[in-house]
């Protein structure tokens, strides 16, 4: 069974410029979450979506944003990119019996920003 | 859950101790504790988790307490080995909520 999926493994991008970051759920698991995990300062929570609904979001500006899709894959839209956003960023997903519990990640998506 | 402390940030062990990792939390409606490791360079994976109903739980080298009066919860690896090196994260939630993690704690397992 494949596990969740991220793409691409890595960005550049400079600041101002807009990023699209791609999540493939495992199979049968409804809930997908987006976590930034920037250095030394753990996983800061972003964004959890499941059934296609934003189900909650962290502490985190207007333009970070995502959406999921009736395949349950999902997508985190950051614009207008800013220094600090250069992190690595986690997709977990989970079953619908295990609602915010049990999430496992993907490997992640380590985007710099310049 | 909106606070999770963990302590310490860094641990260093002689290979065949044991090695204790303390979180608090601030939540009482907090009911589900796991506990996730992630070695270097690869992805958070769950080792272990617990639930509010239960004290204590055990599963070969590690072992996870809970007292939720004083709201923390702890991991315990016994007889460290240098694969268990890596950057062990708490976590917390309740009520089918997101999961808040702690900052982290870098286990170093020295031979």
């Known amino acids: 069974e494949a596990g969740v999926t991220q793409s691409p493994t890595h960005l550049i991008k400079t600041r101002g410029q807009q990023v699209t970051l791609r999540c493939s759920p495992i199979?049968?698991?409804?809930?997908v979450y987006w976590y930034q995990q920037a250095l030394g300062l753990g996983l800061q929570f972003l964004l959890w979506?499941?059934?296609?609904?934003?189900?909650n979001r962290g502490n985190f500006p207007p333009r970070f944003s995502g959406r999921q899709f009736p395949n349950y894959s999902s997508e985190l839209n950051v614009n207008a990119l800013e220094l600090e956003d250069s992190a690595l960023y986690l997709c977990?997903?989970?079953?619908?019996?295990?609602?915010?519990?049990?999430?496992?990640f993907g490997s992640g998506t380590q985007l710099s920003v310049l | 859950g909106e606070n999770v402390e963990q302590h310490p940030s860094t641990l260093s062990v002689q290979e065949g101790d044991s090695a204790v990792i303390k979180c608090t939390y601030s939540?009482?409606?907090?009911?589900?504790f796991p506990w996730y490791k992630q070695e270097l360079g690869k992805r958070p994976q769950l080792i272990i988790d617990?639930?509010?109903?239960?004290g204590e739980k055990k599963d070969q080298r590690i072992a996870v307490t809970l007292n939720k009066t004083a709201k923390h919860f702890s991991l315990h690896i016994t007889e460290t080995q240098p694969e268990d090196s890596a950057v062990y994260f708490c976590?917390?939630?309740?009520?089918?909520?997101?999961?808040?993690f702690g900052t982290g704690t870098q286990l170093k397992v020295e031979l």
């Open positions: 617990i639930r509010s109903n239960v």
């Open positions: 199979s049968g698991h409804t809930s």
């Open positions: 977990a997903s989970s079953h619908r019996q295990f609602l915010g519990e049990k999430l496992f």
């Open positions: 976590a917390e939630t309740g009520g089918g909520n997101k999961l808040t």
């Open positions: 979506y499941d059934e296609g609904e934003e189900r």
């Open positions: 939540d009482s409606a907090s009911n589900y």
